[in-house]
């Protein structure tokens, strides 16, 4: 099951635009007698929270409501009832539901939404017998029916939004993390491997450019496996070589260096074998000279991320590793082709 990127805010603002006279019309008849009239405000819903969203609140109202001052209005995220009354067309085929509120409110209603409540609550004179919320789904505000799926799916992820990150010196090398969008990591350990940086004043704008290594800095980190996404899920008992049989070049992409943790929860642990880090190293050179048989370049050595800092990965202290000694191993002067 996916995980639902979004929360449900505690407290809203609302941002007004000034009361505008509407007719509401459902069919192509042109009988006056069939629209339905009121005075309504359009609205702009932001978490009361987010300075992202309130800013862009109060851009949206500046650009109508010259005239207005403030026009805000402050209120908890608290349940209630909405009518349907019309039928937005919009620019490159959009179109949105709207529905209105007894306090004259004039909202969007996403399609997703309206077929929830078609399927799941009676309309009685386009009043819905269910209750809405506002929630944050991906990056948009909208509406949401109490007690749909989506609706307790939201109330899991806020849960999870407003949980502790893990701390690293709580996780032990194996341990599969998940973070609070659903993507799972696989902690290797501590590391430390060496960082290239290269003189881009030559050639920078040119592709296969030659680039002269500047320095070559040691650092210590740690060394993450982003979860394969030909893998569905964890399972327990899983094997490490489950991980590992993929061809290097896939498996070299799922390497990531982080200093601290931003998962939320263990969701069990694979074991390594104990020169894991040494196994991974000699992947990683086997992606090398992959890239370099394909691009029928044999003798160029890369060093941006996609390799050098990857086949350079050793347990802190133990010195740089043997085998990329001689073959693959940089230093300051050198020129190299930078991709």
Not at 79 to 105: C, Q, S, W
Not at 171 to 186: A, F, M, Q, Y
Not at 231 to 254: D, V
Not at 302 to 328: A, L, N, W
Request: contains cysteine; positive net charge.
């Amino acid at each position: 099951m996916s995980k639902i990127i979004g929360n449900i805010p505690t407290d809203l603002t609302y941002f007004l635009r000034k009361p505008e006279k509407m007719f509401f019309r459902w069919d192509d008849i042109d009988d006056i007698e069939k629209a339905e009239t009121g005075t309504f405000r359009s609205v702009y819903v932001s978490d009361a929270t987010n300075k992202k969203t309130l800013e862009s609140g109060k851009d949206w109202q500046k650009s109508y409501n010259k005239d207005i001052g403030d026009g805000t209005l402050s209120r908890p995220n608290d349940p209630f009832k909405v009518k349907i009354v019309n039928l937005e067309f919009r620019g490159h085929g959009g179109r949105a539901y709207k529905v209105i509120t007894p306090d004259n409110l004039y909202f969007d209603l996403r399609e997703d939404v309206l077929l929830d409540v078609i399927r799941n609550c009676d309309i009685i004179d386009g009043t819905p017998t269910c209750e809405f919320i506002w929630a944050r789904v991906g990056s948009e505000m909208k509406l949401v029916r109490v007690g749909s799926i989506l609706h307790n799916r939201l109330i899991e992820s806020t849960k999870t939004l407003y949980t502790k990150d893990l701390k690293i010196s709580e996780l032990k090398p194996g341990d599969v993390c998940e973070g609070r969008t659903g993507s799972k990591h696989i902690l290797i350990g501590k590391v430390e491997h060496t960082k290239v940086t290269t003189d881009n004043t030559v050639g920078r704008y040119t592709y296969g450019a030659g680039k002269t290594v500047v320095s070559l800095d040691h650092d210590t980190t740690y060394l993450w496996l982003s979860w394969p996404s030909d893998i569905p899920s964890f399972t327990k008992g899983m094997l490490f070589s489950e991980i590992l049989n993929r061809p290097p070049s896939r498996l070299n992409w799922l390497f990531e260096f982080r200093k601290s943790c931003n998962f939320k929860t263990i969701l069990g642990n694979i074991e390594l074998p104990l020169n894991v880090i040494d196994v991974l190293r000699k992947k990683a050179i086997e992606a090398l000279v992959e890239y370099q048989v394909n691009s029928k370049t044999p003798n160029i050595r890369y060093t941006s991320s996609q390799f050098y800092d990857k086949i350079s990965i050793r347990v802190p202290g133990t010195g740089f590793p043997g085998d990329i000694e001689d073959k693959y191993r940089l230093k300051v002067g050198d020129s190299v082709n930078y991709h």
